[in-house]
């Protein structure tokens, strides 16, 4: 499978303290997506720097509750 597509799901796996990794959350468990994220996990909590919206990343401007991530993925590596 390629790299891009291995999604982990939270309840299977966190990543390692303090690593950066691309987010998936659920609305509120409404099955709508919010945008993919840019997080660090800090063990207890996620700390978010960005998001993917409309074709760009932009800095936060919502909140994202830590139960609403469902997925979390590394980074793909450097051609």
Avoid: Q
């Amino acid at each position: 499978m390629h790299p891009l597509n291995e999604w982990i799901k939270c309840c299977d796996r966190l990543p390692e303290l303090f690593d950066f990794v691309l987010v998936f959350a659920d609305n509120k468990g409404t099955g709508e997506p919010k945008p993919i994220s840019i997080a660090r996990w800090e063990g207890d909590k996620w700390i978010f720097l960005g998001t993917l919206e409309e074709g760009a990343w932009m800095d936060i401007e919502y909140s994202m509750e830590t139960e609403d991530i469902t997925h979390w993925m590394k980074f793909p590596s450097l051609p």
